[in-house]
C-alpha cells in the first residue's frame, strides 16, 4: 500500500514523526503480514494498530484483556475524529440497545476498530456477526496473556487462533510491552503466526529510577512520607490482595491523601469512575491489583509503588513501565520481605505440579533481581535477553550507592566446573551444594558426592555463591535454561574463560530484614540522644514537681519517641505512643515547648510529614471496655464478652490508661483483693523509680499473682497520671 504514512499521522495523531520502529511496523501490516510487536510502556504500542486501522479497507479487531483498557483507548479514538463510531467496544457490560448501535456501525462501515475481550469474542453470536464482515486484520493486545510463562497467563487467549480460523483468516499483529525468549515462542506458536516479522525495541527506560527497599514494620509510614515528598504529582500503589488495596487507600484518605482502591471486585461504574478521576487528576493515587493501568493512557504518572513483590520480573518490568511514559521521571519503588516470597510459594502448593513449578521459577528470578546488588538496569535488560553495556547505570539503587567488589576468581571456576561436573542437569541450589561439597540426600541419591569435583569450591564464604552464578549470567558464562525451570548451563564464554580465566569480581547480596534497623522508632528516624538527655533531666524536675515517679509522667519509650519525632504541638504529642489527650494535657506543654525551642536552635528539619493516621480498627473495643467498665462490669465477664483472653484484656487495659485516658477499675479489685494486699502493691509503685513489672515480680518475692500486680499497676497509673 503506497501511502505517505508520515501525513496520515499528521492528519489522523497530530505527531510529525514516528517513534522508534513504528513506521516499518505499520507498513508491515499494511502489506498484509503477520507481524510480532514487543516494545516497553510508552514506545507507542497502540498507534502501530490503531494507525493501519484507519487507513485499511474493513474493521480492525482488537482483542484485549481489559474492559477499563478497551474504553480509554475508545475515548481517545473517537476523540480525534469528526463523527462518534469509529472505534467502539463490544463487551459483556453493554446492554442489547449498545450492542446493536455497534452492530449497526460496524456493518455501515464507520467502525474501524472494534474492541474485543476473548470471551466475548469466542461467543457465538459475535463469531456469526463477525462473519459477516470484512475484517482488515487481528490485533492482539498484551500478547503475554497467552503463555503460561507470561505474568498474567489467561487460559481464555488460547482459544484466539481457532476462533480467528473460524470467522475469517486476515493478518494478524501481536503485541507486549513485556516477553522472554520462552513467552515470545509461545505467543507466535499458538497465534499460528511463527513466520511472522519481528520488531524488538530496547527495553531500557533510561528515566526510570529503580529502588528495592526491605517491608519494614513502618512500610505505610515510608509511602505516606514518600507520597508527601511529591506532593501532587500522580502515582500508582500495586498490592497482590483487594482487601489491602482497600485498606491502604483508606489509610491513605485518612491522611489527607488524595487517592482511591481500584481492583476487579468493584464494580464496573466504580471503577470507571476512579479511572477518570485519575486520568482527569481529580486524584493523585491509585492502589490497585494488577488489574489497573494495561493501556492506560497517562503520560506523566511520577511513580509506582509495589507494596508487595511482584509474582514475576514481567509482572514487575509492565507495572513499573506505566511510569514516567512521557520520558519524564519514573520513581519504582519495591518493597521486599523474606516473608512475603514465602506467601506467595506457599499459595502455589494447591496447583498442579507445572503451574507450581513455573510460579517458583519464576518467583526465584524475581527474588533474585531484589536481593542482587548488581545494576537492577543490567540484570532487568539480561533477564529479557538484552545486554546493557555499562557497569553502573546511575539511576538505581544498587548504582548510586555501589558496593565494595570482592574477587570470587576461584568461586566462578567452582560453579563452571560443578556444573559441567553435574551435566548441567541441576538448578542453582544443587549447584551450590556440590561446589560446597555439602553432601544431601539429593545429591547422594545422584552419587555426585563421589565425584572427584564434590567439594571444589570449599572453604569459599557462603554470601558469595548467588552473587557469583548472578554475576556469571550477567557477563555471558552461565544460563538458565527455561525448559527445564532454571538448569544452570555453561555457555560457550564460560568454558573459554575455564580454560584461560580472568580475574572476576561480585558484590554480596543485600540483605532485607523484616524489621525498622535498632535505633529508630516506627521508622521515623533516629533517635536524637541530645533531647533525650535533655528530655529526661524535665521529666525529673516536672515529676518532683508534681510529687509523683518520673515514669507516671510520661514512659521512657514515650521519651524515646519525642527525641525522634520532634512533637511541638499538644496535638502532635498526642501521637507518641503512650500519650492520650489527657497525658498531653495534663503534663506535655513543657515538653512540647522545650523541643520546639530545640529545633529552632539546631536547626532542625522535623519529620512531620510521616505521622500515619491509620484507619481506626481496634478503637470500638476499646470504647466497649471503658463502658463496660463504667456499667461496672466484672473484668473476667467483659474479657468473655471480647472473645479474649484475661491477660489480653489487661493488655488492652495497659493501653488505655497509658494512653492517658482514667478508668475506675475499683469495683472488681475490691472484689477480688484483700485492702492489705492493694494497699502494699500500690505502696510499691508510689516509692519504685520503674513500673517495670519484672522488678516488681522480684520485689515481692512471689506472694502476689502476676494479675494482681498488674491490676494495681493499672489503678496506680490511671488515679496518679490521668
Same mark, same amino acid.
Given at each position: ?8 499521522? *499528521? ?7 514516528? =517513534? ?65 463510531? $469509529? ?18 456501525? !460496524? ?25 459477516? $464482515? ?59 503466526? !511463527? ?37 501532587? @504529582? ?71 509503588i509495589h507494596y508487595d513483590i511482584p509474582k514475576s520480573l514481567e509482572g514487575y518490568y509492565q507495572e513499573t513501565g506505566r511510569a514516567g511514559r512521557d520520558g519524564g521521571e519514573g520513581l519504582c519503588i519495591a518493597f521486599y520481605s ?12 494447591? *496447583? ?5 513449578? &513455573?510460579?517458583?521459577?519464576?518467583? /526465584? ?39 565494595? @567488589? ?36 539429593? &545429591? ?54 575455564? @580454560? ?5 569480581? $561480585? ?32 521529666? =525529673? ?34 501521637? $507518641? /505512643? ?10 506535655? /506543654? ?13 536547626? !532542625? ?16 473495643? =476499646? ?70 513489672? =519484672? ?19 493499672? @489503678? ?7
Open positions: 500500500m503506497d501511502i505517505n504514512l508520515t501525513d496520515k499521522l *499528521k492528519e489522523y495523531f497530530g505527531f510529525d514523526t514516528f =517513534k522508534g520502529e513504528q513506521e516499518a511496523i505499520i507498513r508491515n501490516l499494511l502489506d498484509g503480514n503477520d507481524t510480532f510487536v514487543i516494545m516497553p510502556t510508552g514506545g507507542g504500542k497502540s498507534l502501530c494498530y490503531q494507525l493501519p486501522s484507519l487507513l485499511m479497507e474493513g474493521t480492525a479487531i482488537v482483542i484485549s484483556p481489559l474492559i477499563a483498557l478497551m474504553k480509554n483507548q475508545v475515548d481517545v479514538i473517537n476523540g480525534m475524529s469528526e463523527h462518534d463510531g $469509529v472505534a467502539h467496544c463490544l463487551n459483556s457490560s453493554m446492554n442489547k440497545t449498545a450492542i446493536d448501535q455497534v452492530k449497526r456501525d !460496524v456493518k455501515n462501515g464507520i467502525t474501524k476498530l472494534l474492541y474485543m475481550a476473548p470471551e466475548s469474542l469466542t461467543k457465538d453470536d459475535n463469531i456469526q456477526f463477525l462473519r459477516s $464482515v470484512k475484517i482488515s486484520f487481528y490485533a492482539v493486545d498484551e500478547a503475554h496473556c497467552i503463555s503460561e510463562w507470561g505474568h498474567d497467563f489467561r487460559p481464555e487467549y488460547r482459544r484466539i487462533r481457532p476462533i480467528v480460523n473460524e470467522i475469517g483468516q486476515a493478518p494478524v499483529i501481536a503485541l507486549t510491552a513485556t516477553a522472554t525468549e520462552k513467552v515470545r515462542t509461545d505467543i507466535k506458536k499458538n497465534l499460528g503466526i !511463527v513466520e511472522a516479522k519481528d520488531f524488538m525495541t530496547s527495553f531500557n527506560r533510561p528515566s526510570l529510577y529503580y529502588e528495592i527497599r526491605p517491608k519494614t514494620s513502618d512500610i505505610d509510614k515510608q509511602i505516606i512520607k514518600f507520597i508527601r515528598q511529591h506532593p501532587g @504529582k500522580s502515582g500508582i500503589i500495586y498490592c497482590l490482595a483487594r482487601k489491602k488495596v482497600e485498606e491502604l487507600a483508606e489509610m491513605l484518605k485518612t491522611n489527607d491523601i488524595k487517592a482511591a482502591p481500584y481492583h476487579a471486585g468493584l464494580d464496573t461504574a466504580v471503577r470507571n469512575q476512579t479511572q477518570d478521576d485519575f486520568l482527569m487528576e481529580r486524584i493523585d493515587v491509585i492502589v490497585a491489583t494488577i488489574a489497573f493501568g494495561m493501556g492506560i493512557d497517562k503520560p506523566d504518572v511520577r511513580f509506582v523474606q516473608k512475603d516470597l514465602q506467601k506467595l510459594e506457599k499459595f502455589m502448593d494447591s *496447583k498442579q505440579v507445572t503451574e507450581q513449578e &513455573i510460579g517458583r521459577h519464576l518467583l /526465584q528470578e524475581t527474588a533474585a533481581f531484589a536481593e542482587s546488588s548488581i545494576c537492577r538496569r543490567k540484570m532487568l535488560l539480561k533477564y529479557f535477553g538484552e545486554d546493557y553495556p555499562h557497569d553502573n547505570c546511575g539511576n538505581c539503587d544498587n548504582c548510586k550507592h555501589p558496593k565494595k @567488589k570482592i574477587e570470587a576468581t576461584k568461586g566462578l571456576e567452582a560453579i563452571l566446573t560443578a556444573i559441567i561436573a553435574v551435566k548441567e542437569g541441576f538448578r542453582s541450589n544443587y549447584v551450590i551444594d556440590f561446589a560446597r561439597g555439602r553432601s544431601t540426600d539429593d &545429591i547422594e541419591s545422584h552419587k555426585h558426592n563421589n565425584h572427584e569435583d564434590f567439594g571444589c569450591g570449599e572453604g569459599l564464604s557462603d554470601k558469595l555463591w548467588n552473587p557469583i552464578i548472578r554475576q556469571g549470567i550477567v557477563e555471558g558464562f552461565i544460563k538458565k535454561d527455561i525448559e527445564s525451570y532454571g538448569n544452570l548451563k555453561i555457555t560457550a564464554a564460560g568454558k573459554r574463560w575455564l @580454560k584461560d580465566p580472568k580475574t572476576f569480581y $561480585v558484590t554480596e547480596d543485600n540483605t532485607y530484614n523484616d524489621e525498622a534497623p535498632e535505633g529508630q522508632a516506627s521508622g521515623a528516624g533516629a533517635l536524637d540522644p541530645t533531647l533525650f538527655a535533655m528530655l529526661k533531666d524535665l521529666r =525529673k524536675k516536672e515529676a518532683a514537681r508534681k510529687k509523683v515517679q518520673p515514669y507516671v509522667v510520661f514512659m521512657e519509650a514515650s521519651l524515646e519517641q519525642m527525641a525522634t519525632m520532634y512533637p511541638i504541638t499538644l496535638q502532635e504529642l498526642q501521637n $507518641v /505512643q503512650g500519650v492520650g489527650q489527657g497525658k498531653a494535657k495534663r503534663y506535655g /506543654q513543657p515538653f512540647v515547648d522545650l523541643i520546639k525551642k530545640y529545633c529552632e536552635e539546631n536547626d !532542625v528539619i522535623r519529620p512531620e510529614d510521616i505521622r500515619v493516621r491509620s484507619v481506626a480498627k481496634n478503637s470500638m473495643r =476499646k470504647i466497649k471496655i471503658v463502658q463496660c467498665i463504667d456499667k461496672k462490669m466484672p473484668l473476667d465477664d467483659l474479657a468473655k464478652s471480647l472473645g479474649i483472653k484475661f491477660d489480653e484484656l489487661l493488655d488492652e487495659l495497659e493501653a488505655i490508661v497509658y494512653s492517658g485516658t482514667r478508668i475506675d477499675i475499683d469495683y472488681y479489685i475490691e472484689d477480688i483483693m484483700d485492702d492489705d494486699v492493694i494497699d502494699d502493691i500500690f505502696d510499691y509503685f508510689s516509692e519504685a523509680e520503674t513500673d517495670a513489672l =519484672k522488678e516488681a515480680y522480684e520485689e515481692f518475692g512471689g506472694d502476689y499473682s502476676d494479675e494482681e500486680v498488674r491490676l494495681i499497676r493499672i @489503678k496506680f497509673i490511671s488515679d496518679m497520671a490521668n
